[in-house]
Nanobody, 125 residues
Framework: QVQLVESGGGLVQAGGSLRLSCAASGRSFSNYAMGWFRRAPGKEREFVGAINRSGTSTMYRDSVKGRFSISRDNAKNTVYLQMNSLKPEDTAVYYC??????????????????WGQGAQVTVSS
């Protein structure tokens, strides 16, 4: 089992940058594929991006490609979401999520097992 805690959210002007961190407690962080999701006011939660266990492969939704980047440091049990060129439509609560894999090293877009509490990101115009 793993517990996830996001940090780094806040208020930023359009065009600015933020980096979210997601710290994992528990054992075997390197066995977890990790993802980032967001929920904007009045909207459903949506997939933002994901990274595989080894950090060698990532995937993003089209609207954030080229602006957002996911990385991980397995030695620090942490996954990051670097957000650049932020737009007002990126305003949302951002969640990290983890899915355990014993062997497979793949990127996943859904059916995560563990979730963080969320971090608010607000982009002003």
């Amino acid at each position: 089992q793993v517990q996830l805690v996001e940090s780094g959210g806040g208020l930023v002007q359009a065009g600015g940058s933020l980096r979210l961190s997601c710290a994992a407690s528990g054992r075997s962080f390197s066995n977890y594929a990790m993802g980032w999701f967001r929920r904007a006011p009045g909207k459903e939660r949506e997939f933002v991006g994901a990274i595989n266990r080894s950090g060698t492969s990532t995937m993003y939704r089209d609207s954030v490609k080229g602006r957002f980047s996911i990385s991980r440091d397995n030695a620090k049990n942490t996954v990051y979401l670097q957000m650049n060129s932020l737009k007002p439509e990126d305003t949302a609560v951002y969640y990290c999520a983890g899915k355990f894999f014993q062997v497979l090293d793949t990127v996943v877009t859904g059916r995560y097992d563990y979730w963080g509490q969320g971090a608010q990101v607000t982009v002003s115009s």
